[in-house]
């Protein structure tokens, strides 16, 4: 009897134990983004030196499938779109395990300490200069992303590099 509850006590701990290292992660702190705005994301001071020839756009929802969330999108003086994304019911594991519907990932150097990600499809080159998508792990179930179309000339600088500039200033202001 003793070894029965010993058993029962035991699967229970390891399951308690599973259960707690499902829901836990490296982030820093949770930055829920649910009442975020993402056109005051990206402030002025942010965007000196960013080549912006259009006043931000708002889209009122987030782009892709079953994707909740709000865009705001600038035209780059190259004739490239940005899109910055509030995410808020997918977080970053929606592309990493299993990745979804033919998406490839890959870890990029974490931004203001938290877990960030490249994302591109099959079809696509994931080339610096080519479509760049960039999702920072922001909180459980959310994530900020931002997305920037291929460059069209040898002198532009790479997509990836300007997603990331974006990522980085959206994320010094949501971090404070």
């Known amino acids: 009897m003793i ?3 010993l058993r029962v006590a035991a699967v229970l701990l390891v399951g308690l134990g599973v ?3 499902c829901g836990s992660s490296d982030r820093p702190r949770e930055l829920s ?3 975020v705005k993402p056109c005051e994301l990206i402030n002025g001071d942010s ?3 960013m080549r912006i020839t259009q006043e ?3 889209l009122g929802s987030a782009p892709g499938v079953d994707t909740e969330g709000n865009t705001c999108f600038y035209r780059l003086r190259n004739g490239n779109t940005l899109y910055v994304t509030i ?3 997918h977080g970053i594991g929606r592309w990493t395990n299993p990745p979804f519907d033919r998406a490839r990932s890959e870890e990029v150097p974490r931004i203001q300490g ?3 990600i490249k994302v591109w499809y099959e079809t696509e080159s994931p080339k610096p200069d080519n479509k760049c998508r960039i999702y920072v792990d922001v909180a459980d179930g959310q994530s900020l992303r931002v997305e920037v179309d291929r460059s069209y000339s040898d002198e532009d ?3 990836c590099t300007t997603a990331r500039g974006f990522a980085e200033a959206a994320m010094k202001t949501l971090a404070n």
């Open 3 to 5: 070894g029965r509850v």
């Open 19 to 21: 259960t707690s290292a």
């Open 33 to 35: 983004v649910s009442d």
């Open 47 to 49: 965007v000196q030196g």
């Open 56 to 58: 931000v756009q708002k």
């Open 87 to 89: 995410i808020t019911n």
């Open 114 to 116: 938290f877990r960030t």
């Open 157 to 159: 600088p790479p997509t």
